[in-house]
C-alpha cells in the first residue's frame, strides 16, 4: 500500500461523493475538472522540481502535444479518443524525451531558462501551423464515450478525471516509495553522491522529466475532449508559470499538495476575477499581481508550501517496516587478504596553474587500513576523487584488480566494489536515515520504474531496507532509522555516510575525514569497526587529521604535501620522519 495510502483513500470517497450532492451547482463541478486536469500537470512539477529538484516553465506545451494529436486524429481521421490517448502519451514522451537528452544537462539557472525557451517555442509552433488552426485553434472535438455512453456532461465526465488523477496520486506516491524514487529524491542534493553509490544521474533526470510530461499530456488529452476545441492560449508560457505557482503553493516536495495547490489557485482565480474588478472599479489581470504577492509571502513564511503546514496536524507518516523474514542480500566474495586491489601510479591533476596532485603513487591490499594524510590544501581529497571517478585525471594511471579505471565515471568504478564518504556530508536531510542509507545499495537492485509505481518490488525492496538497517545496526545508529537525517548532529551523519557506504559491499572504502565531528567514546567504536572490517578482509583508504586515530588504526602511511609524497610507511616510521615533522606535525622541536 502507498506511503499515503489513507489520504489517497479519504481523497477518493470526497471526490466520489462531490458531484452526488444535490446542493453542488454544475458551476463547481465544471471548476473541479479544471482543477483536476491542472492537479496532474502540477504533480508532474512536483515530482521533477519538488522532489527531483529541476525547474521547468514548459510543462504546458507537453500538455498541447496530446491535445492537439487527439484534436487532429479525433476530428480529420475519426480516430478513437482512446486510442488518441495512447497517440498522445507516445508523442509527448517521445519529444519529452528528445528535449530531455539536451535540457536535463543544463544546470543553475540555465535549466529554467532552457525550459522556457522550449515553452515559447512550442507556443509559437501550434499557433503558426495551419494543420493545427493556427491561432483559431481546433473545434468540433468529439466527447469521450464509455460503454456507448457520451459524456457530454461535467457531472460524468468529472469521475473520468478524477479517476485518472487518484490514480496518478498513487502511482507517483508508489513509485516514490521505491529504489528508482530514492534515486530521484537523491537528484535535488546533487548528483555527486548518488553517482558514486551507483546511480545513473542522467537517466534518472531523463526518467522524472519524461515522467512529468507524461502526466500533462494526460492532463492535455483530457481537456481537450472536455472543452471540445484547443488552440494555443492554453498551452503558452504563461500556463505553464500559473501550474509552477501551484506546484510550490501546495508544497512542491509533496504529491497531494499539487492537488491542494491546483485547488487553491484555480478557486482564487475564479473568485478574484470576479471581485478585484469591483473593488478597484477597472478590469484588468488583477489578479496576476495577487498571485505574485501570495508566492512572495509564502516564500517568506512557508517555503515547503502549505501541505506540510496541514500535514503537521494529521496523523505521523508510519515508520518503514522491517521485515526480518527477508532474505538477505548476495555478498561480493573478498579477495585473499594481502592481494593488491588498488594501484596509483603517478597520478597528476592540475586546475589551470594550480597543480593540486604532482606523481602520486602508492598501493593499497585487502585487509589492509591505509591512512592519507598531510595538512590542509595537500591533495588528499582530490586523490580520493581521482581514485572513485569524481575527477578525471591529468596524468598517470589507477587500476583495480589489474583493469585500468582511470577514466571511468564514478558509477562504473563504484560497480567494481569501491564505495567512498565525503569531507562534507551528503546525504538528503528530508529523507529518512534509513533511506539515505538504502541509497548506498542502489546496485544491489533491479526493479525499475515501472515495478516501483505498481509495487512490483516489495519483495526487494524489502531485502533493501533489511540490509540497510543491519548496516545501521553494525555501526551503532540502529535507534535512529525512521528519524529524518537532517535532525542528526554532525557526528552522527558521518556515521551514516559510512552505514551507506557499507550498503555497496565494498572491497574498498574510502572514508574522508570520518572521524570529524565524532566525540571520544564514538572514535574509539569507530576504530574497532574499522578494524573488524580488516579483519573480514575489507581494504580501507582514509584521509583524517587526528593523528591519534590515524597513529593507532592504520597499517601504512601515505603523506602529502604540496600535491607531492614526502613520506610512506609504518606509523612508527613517519611518526619519526623529519619531513613529516616539518610539514604536519610542527617541526623536529
Known amino acids: 500500500m502507498s506511503r499515503l495510502a489513507k489520504p489517497s483513500i479519504a481523497a477518493a470517497a470526497l471526490c466520489l461523493i462531490f458531484p452526488l450532492v444535490p446542493v453542488v451547482p454544475e458551476f463547481w463541478v465544471t471548476l473541479m475538472n479544471y482543477i483536476g486536469l491542472a492537479a496532474l500537470v502540477a504533480m508532474g512539477l512536483v515530482m521533477l522540481t519538488g522532489v ?5 516553465f514548459g510543462q504546458a506545451a507537453f500538455a498541447g502535444f496530446a491535445a492537439y494529436a487527439t484534436a487532429v486524429l479525433s476530428t480529420a481521421y475519426d480516430v478513437s479518443p482512446w486510442i488518441n490517448l495512447l497517440i498522445g502519451l507516445a508523442l509527448s514522451g517521445g519529444v519529452a524525451l528528445a528535449i530531455g537528452c539536451i535540457t536535463v544537462r543544463l544546470s543553475g539557472h540555465y535549466l529554467p531558462l532552457g525550459t522556457m525557451a522550449w515553452g515559447i517555442s512550442f507556443y509559437y509552433l501550434f499557433g503558426n501551423l495551419q494543420v493545427l488552426g493556427a491561432h483559431d485553434g ?10 456507448g455512453h457520451a459524456l457530454t456532461q461535467g457531472r460524468s465526465y468529472y469521475y473520468v478525471i478524477w479517476g485518472f488523477v487518484l490514480a496518478a496520486v498513487v502511482l507517483s506516491e508508489n513509485l516514490l516509495d521505491s529504489r528508482v524514487g530514492r534515486a530521484i529524491r537523491a537528484l535535488r542534493a546533487g548528483s555527486v553522491a548518488a553517482e558514486a553509490h551507483g546511480v545513473n544521474t542522467a537517466r534518472t533526470k531523463l526518467v522524472v522529466f519524461v515522467y512529468a510530461a507524461l502526466l500533462a499530456s494526460l492532463s492535455g488529452w483530457l481537456y481537450a475532449h472536455l472543452q471540445r476545441s484547443v488552440n494555443p492560449t492554453a498551452f503558452g508560457l504563461h500556463a505553464g508559470m500559473e501550474y509552477l505557482f501551484m506546484a510550490v503553493l501546495g508544497g512542491a516536495g509533496n504529491v497531494l499538495g499539487a492537488v491542494l495547490g491546483a485547488a487553491i489557485t484555480m478557486i482564487l482565480k475564479d473568485q478574484l476575477q470576479n471581485i478585484l474588478p469591483r473593488l478597484l472599479g477597472t478590469q484588468g489581470n488583477f489578479e ?25 496536524f494529521g496523523p505521523a507518516r508510519p515508520d518503514k517496516v522491517i521485515s526480518p523474514h527477508a532474505a538477505a542480500l548476495g555478498a561480493r566474495s573478498m579477495p585473499e587478504k594481502g592481494a593488491r586491489l588498488l594501484q596509483v601510479r603517478d597520478v597528476y591533476k592540475n586546475f589551470g596553474g594550480l597543480i593540486a596532485v604532482n606523481n602520486v603513487s602508492f598501493d593499497v591490499r585487502a585487509g589492509e587500513v591505509v591512512g592519507l594524510i598531510g595538512p590542509n590544501g595537500a591533495g588528499k581529497s582530490t586523490t580520493f576523487n581521482l581514485v572513485t571517478g569524481l575527477a578525471t585525471l591529468s596524468g598517470g594511471e589507477v587500476t583495480w584488480l589489474g583493469e585500468r579505471i582511470g577514466g571511468k565515471s564514478a558509477r562504473q568504478i563504484s560497480r567494481r566494489g569501491i564505495a567512498r564518504t565525503f569531507q562534507h556530508v551528503k546525504l538528503i536531510p528530508d529523507m529518512t536515515v534509513l533511506e539515505n542509507v538504502a541509497l548506498g545499495a542502489h546496485l544491489r537492485g533491479r526493479a525499475g520504474v515501472l515495478r516501483g509505481m505498481l509495487r512490483l518490488d516489495r519483495s526487494e525492496e524489502a531485502r533493501l531496507l533489511r540490509e540497510a ?25 558521518r556515521i551514516v555516510e559510512i552505514a551507506r557506504a557499507l550498503c555497496l559491499d565494498p572491497v ?16 574509539q567504536f569507530l576504530s574497532r569497526l574499522l578494524c573488524r572490517l580488516r579483519d573480514e578482509g575489507m581494504a580501507v583508504l582514509l584521509v583524517e587529521h587526528d593523528m591519534d586515530f590515524v597513529m593507532g588504526l592504520t597499517d601504512k602511511l601515505v603523506v602529502l604535501d604540496f600535491g607531492q609524497i614526502i613520506a610512506t610507511g609504518t606509523p612508527d616510521e613517519v611518526r619519526s620522519d623529519p619531513k613529516v615533522l616539518e610539514a604536519y606535525l610542527g617541526g623536529v622541536a
Open 288 to 312: 496576476i499581481v495577487v498571485f505574485g504577492l501570495c508566492l512572495v509571502a509564502l516564500l517568506q513564511t512557508t517555503r515547503e508550501g502549505l501541505w506540510p503546514f496541514i500535514a503537521r
Open 52 to 56: 527531483g529538484g529541476m525547474t521547468s
Open 508 to 523: 574498498l572504502l574510502l572514508l574522508d575525514e570520518p572521524a570529524a565531528g565524532l566525540r571520544h567514546l564514538e572514535k
Open 138 to 147: 481546433i473545434t468540433g472535438i468529439p466527447p469521450l464515450t464509455i460503454s
Open 469 to 493: 538497517a543491519r548496516q545501521l545496526e553494525r555501526v551503532g545508529l540502529g535507534d535512529h532509522m525512521h528519524r529524518p537525517a537532517g535532525s542528526l548532529a554532525l557526528g552522527q551523519l
